[in-house]
């Protein structure tokens, strides 16, 4: 992933993506939180990742009752850890094995299932 990004954050938690517009004029929804990677001390994978994390999750939840809602004012004072470059890069290589993995996993279920049904 090369190039100037954005990561776009919902204002629902849970979920977050990188975006690459290049010179594309882009609009984002108002339900998003756009950020704005500056420096090269995280790589994108990694960070992506750690928002996706359990923790930092729940210190982004918001205050609300049902809709766990997310704001400026939350993202900001998130505590993001920041490895050594390699680590990040040793921790995104393992994330996508883990990945690759699991989504072979399914695939073989889904066709286990198929085997199944059919004999």
Known sequence: MR???YILIPALVGRSLVVYPGNVPTTFSGFCIRYRK???EIIVPYLLRVLKTDSVRMKMSGRGANIQNLNQQILGTLVIPVPPIELQEQ???????????RFD????????????VYD
């Not at 996993?105 to 199944?116: A, D, G, P």
Request: glycine residues 6%.
């Open 105 to 116: 996993i399914k695939k073989s279920i889904i066709e286990l299932e198929r085997e199944v």
């Open 38 to 40: 500056y420096d090269n």
């Open 3 to 5: 190039g100037t990004g």
């Open 91 to 101: 921790f995104a290589d393992f994330v996508q094995q883990v990945d690759k993995s």
